[in-house]
């Protein structure tokens, strides 16, 4: 009987030690609860505590916690319709309110959708595009612009700074949310856009007319292209035409003076001998006519005059 009773009793201490004892993680804060209320004070102390065996301990983390907000179709002040992708950092600041206002984590996930979503709603249906997607200190390069067109359109000013940009408009929304925000026993860190987009119709038409530019730009690349072709076939024909009328010029100017010097020549020769050279003139005809060539002549043509002297001699 006595090992029962020590066996029972052990047990009953071990059953009471694990309903009175508890412990709390460097990462956690507790609060005891009591029939559903809260007991005593906030338990940020790691290590092993004594509850009564009918409360129990509600844990709240410590660390920062994220909060991503659904994808939401908003207009811009500009009537441009984007998707807009936020998220958020916060923790439990106080968690004796946030027990008392929001329950747990997702009470306050719930509280966060209706507070930050209504925010960004309004910060970005009264904001220009550009200041969304543009950072306040953002300058753009004229230089490096693929397009050099674009400096020239009177409808875009590159060079005009945005009145807030997104650093500000994210600071803004953050002190808005702040403000907003009743007793939660909350405290918001941080607050990002983390992707701004059109939605798929306009972006659609946003593709489109991209497109429609490149193809521009690119039909503009082939033209200047043809243009600066033909002008380097144009310059090759000149100078191809003017070496070919150099070279007829010069020639002419050879056969000019070829001429002039075989006219020279014979004009020496027929000086120098007037017989013999009208009979090497006449002996070049004789050497023209071929075998078949056929001559009606008198017999006392002077074409024949040297071969009859042939003969005689």
Known sequence: MKSIIAVIAVIVILGAANFMLYTVDEAQQAIIVQFGEPIGDVIDEPGLKVKLPWQD????DRRLLVWDGDVTQ????GREFILVDTTARWRIADPLLFLTSV??????????????????????????????????????????LEDPTLADRDDLDLQQRPTLG????????LARAKDSMPDLGIYLDDVRVKR????????????????AERQSIAERFRSEGRGR????????????????????????????????????????AFGAD?????????????????????????????????LEKAQIQ
């Open 196 to 211: 701004v987009n059109y939605i798929t119709s306009v972006r659609r038409q946003v593709e489109s007319r991209m497109v």
């Open 103 to 144: 329950r747990d984590e997702n009470g306050a996930r719930s509280r966060l959708d209706d507070i930050i979503d209504s925010v960004v709603r309004d910060m970005v249906s009264s904001t220009e595009l550009e200041e969304i997607v543009r950072s306040r200190d953002w300058e753009v390069d004229l230089e490096d």
């Open 274 to 306: 007037p017989e013999f050279y009208a009979f090497f003139r006449t002996l070049e005809s004789y050497r023209a006519l071929g075998s078949n060539s056929t001559l009606m002549l008198r017999a006392d043509s002077d074409y024949f005059r040297y």
């Open 166 to 173: 997104r650093e500000l408009l994210e600071a803004e929304i």
């Open 74 to 77: 908003i207009p811009t002040l």
């Open 57 to 60: 301990v509600r844990y709240f």
């Open 229 to 268: 072709s033909q002008e380097i076939l144009g310059n090759m024909q000149r100078d191809l035409q003017g070496i070919r009328s150099e070279a007829a010029r010069q020639a002419e100017e050879i056969r000019g003076e070829a001429d002039a010097e075989a006219t020279r020549i014979y004009g020496e």
